[in-house]
């Protein structure tokens, strides 16, 4: 295994679904290996799971070496107390200089967990990480999206850094040639806590990681009657309806809707948002869509930040209008097909 303790390494989790890599994972590789060009070590990944010689392969192909590999049953479904100790054992004996994580479900309780039991600096939801001599520098939001700080701390080693989905731009996938390599870490036959297994909705019709249009709706509808409205423009564009937190805290539409951290990640060819502000806990689970257009009254709603279009308005003024122009189109395209 091509790994020198002596040396300033970026160790990154990688995250498997059970049916594809994380998109937060190569992310992390890019700013690993952004960091790497800084201490002049190199990037390895960890993979934690059961069966994985699938993804393992895959991640050998996108340029970290080592892959190291913990394959265990016990390790099947995620468990956060057995995946924080296990983690924090690997990156103890590994010693790196930075242990790189996605702020997501997974690294929210993960990072602060190795964190403590190794009594190392920890940064979460991170939007960009500097290393100078002796100093760690991140970016930070705060006020829910509202404003960014810088935090400026004392390196020490290792760093436990958790970057928020979509900090890193990510235009092609990162590549180059790694090895796999399996690694050992005793886990106990007996568990504290065991992991039975894992609901999910079940993937049908309104699967809307599967939606190439999504309509999203936040409290700026202001009440429930006007989802109707949401549902006549995604029904003309050929997409779903999803919306933020809020509508689901009121009760209008159920959690299956929610897009969100506690909610679903997209990545939609469009993603309207119609009367969302853009809380960093929303923007994080959209950042993969290819094209964001928001719609809000409020000119320094934080949506606008991460949008490609925006729309400063009611949206009531001007949601019919695109409804009958969606309309039209769709009747001339059935018209040319000979419908």
């Known amino acids: 295994m091509y790994w020198d303790k002596n040396k300033s390494n970026v160790l990154i989790l990688a995250e498997w679904t059970g049916k594809e890599i994380d998109s937060i994972t190569p992310q992390l590789i890019v700013k690993g290996k952004e960091l790497e060009d800084k201490l002049g070590g190199t990037v390895g990944a960890l993979l934690l799971g059961r069966d994985l010689e699938q993804p393992a392969q895959a991640l050998s192909q996108m340029g970290v070496n080592p892959v190291l590999v913990v394959d265990h049953s016990h390790l099947q479904l995620y468990n956060p107390q057995l995946y924080s100790r296990v983690i924090a054992e690997v990156v103890k004996d590994l010693n790196p200089s930075v242990f790189l994580l996605g702020y997501t479900y997974m690294g929210m309780v993960v990072g602060p967990a190795v964190a403590t039991r190794l009594d190392a600096r920890l940064f979460t939801n991170c939007l960009d990480v500097e290393l100078t001599e002796?100093?760690?520098?991140?970016?930070?939001?705060?006020?829910?999206?509202?404003?960014?700080?810088?935090?400026?701390?004392?390196?020490?080693?290792?760093?436990?850094?958790?970057?928020?989905?979509?900090?890193?731009?990510?235009?092609?996938?990162?590549?180059?040639?790694?090895?796999v390599t399996p690694y050992s870490v005793e886990i106990p036959e007996a568990l504290p806590v065991k992991a039975i297994d894992i609901l999910a909705e079940v993937e049908g019709e309104r699967d809307l990681r599967k939606a190439e249009v999504i309509v999203a709706?936040?409290?700026?509808?202001?009440?429930?009657?006007?989802?109707?409205?949401?549902?006549?423009?995604?029904?003309?564009?050929?997409?779903?309806?999803?919306?933020?937190?809020?509508?689901?805290?009121?009760?209008?539409?159920?959690?299956?809707?929610?897009?969100?951290?506690?909610?679903?990640?997209?990545?939609?060819?469009?993603?309207?948002?119609?009367g969302i502000s853009g809380a960093v806990q929303h923007v994080t689970a959209i950042l993969d869509s290819q094209v964001i257009i928001a719609i809000n009254n409020d000119p320094k709603a934080p949506i606008f930040r991460v949008a490609k279009y925006g729309i400063v308005g009611d949206l009531f003024e001007l949601i019919p209008p695109l409804i009958a122009k969606a309309r039209e189109r769709k009747v001339r395209a059935g018209s040319a097909s000979g419908g």
Do not use: F, H
């Open 134 to 179: 002796g100093e760690v520098r991140v970016i930070r939001p705060i006020y829910t999206g509202l404003m960014y700080t810088r935090v400026e701390g004392k390196r020490s080693k290792p760093l436990v850094v958790s970057l928020q989905r979509g900090a890193v731009s990510v235009k092609t996938p990162p590549q180059g040639t790694g090895t």
């Open 217 to 274: 709706a936040g409290r700026g509808i202001r009440e429930k009657g006007n989802l109707k409205l949401m549902e006549e423009l995604a029904d003309a564009l050929g997409g779903m309806v999803a919306c933020s937190r809020p509508v689901v805290d009121l009760g209008w539409l159920p959690l299956s809707y929610q897009v969100g951290i506690s909610g679903k990640t997209v990545r939609p060819k469009v993603y309207l948002a119609c």
